[in-house]
């Protein structure tokens, strides 16, 4: 699989804290010209991201972000919120808390809250893999089959560490048939990246691949 290839999985991702409109449209042209999968960006940006893309990208925010812990009504109403200003893909972070309380009925019905709230847009659930048990991370594979959602995702990428190939194989092993893997965080190379889309992975976030792929096209890659 060559780079090209590789960026049709990708969301490209732009979340730091001091991002500007500036930055957020040059992400968006890029995942235009080289076909990424979408752009992944914070809420305040979302409407102005889709008319500026008029549909020609998919916009992905985050829910909840980095650290899971508001409350599910008012992870519900940034839900809301998104889709209303066109995001076509939500990103939300479980309360990591709850996990560690053993409360894994209180998780799947905020995820399945979240859900309802997407309709048909796809919901994806970061459970943060580092700072989890592989014992709770299979347990959270189990309530993210269990409770409908359409991806479970490694990591936001601003906690201890990122995704691992353990990980999406982990998640492999245990997640349902009809829910995708996404690994964020971290993915540093195009060899890592086709890596984890080998064993398992179906999106990757990721802010490095087009930088990586227009070097790999400056050096006669492809």
């Not at 999968?37 to 008319?51: L, Q, T």
């Not at 893999?129 to 601003?158: H, N, Q, Y």
């Not at 990246?193 to 070097?215: D, H, P, Y």
Request: proline share 1%.
């Amino acid at each position: 699989m060559d780079g090209k290839e590789t960026l049709k999985y990708v969301d490209h991702t732009l979340l730091t804290q001091t991002a500007t409109w500036e930055e957020i449209r040059k992400i968006c042209d890029e995942a235009m010209e080289f076909g990424t999968a979408s752009v992944c960006i914070p809420p305040s940006y979302v409407k102005a991201a889709k008319e500026y893309m008029k549909d020609r990208m998919a916009v992905c925010t985050v829910i909840g972000f980095p650290n899971g812990y508001s409350t599910t009504a008012v992870k519900a109403y940034e839900t809301k919120d998104a889709i209303a200003n066109g995001a076509d893909e939500i990103d939300m972070v479980i309360n990591i808390g709850w996990v560690k309380d053993g409360r894994y009925d209180r998780v799947e019905e905020e995820i399945r809250t979240l859900k309802e709230c997407c309709k048909d847009k796809i919901l994806k659930v970061i459970i943060e893999t580092c700072l989890l048990t592989d014992e709770e991370k299979i347990r959270m594979c189990e309530v993210v089959t269990s409770s409908g959602a359409d991806f479970i995702k490694t990591s936001t990428g601003f906690s201890k560490a990122g995704a691992t190939f353990d990980d999406v194989a982990l998640f492999k092993a245990h997640v349902g048939k009809e829910v995708k893997i996404k690994a964020a965080g971290g993915i540093s190379s195009l060899s890592d990246a086709e890596k984890f889309l080998e064993l398992g992975a179906e999106r990757l976030g990721t802010s490095r691949m087009i930088k990586l792929v227009k070097q790999e096209k400056s050096d006669g890659g492809y």
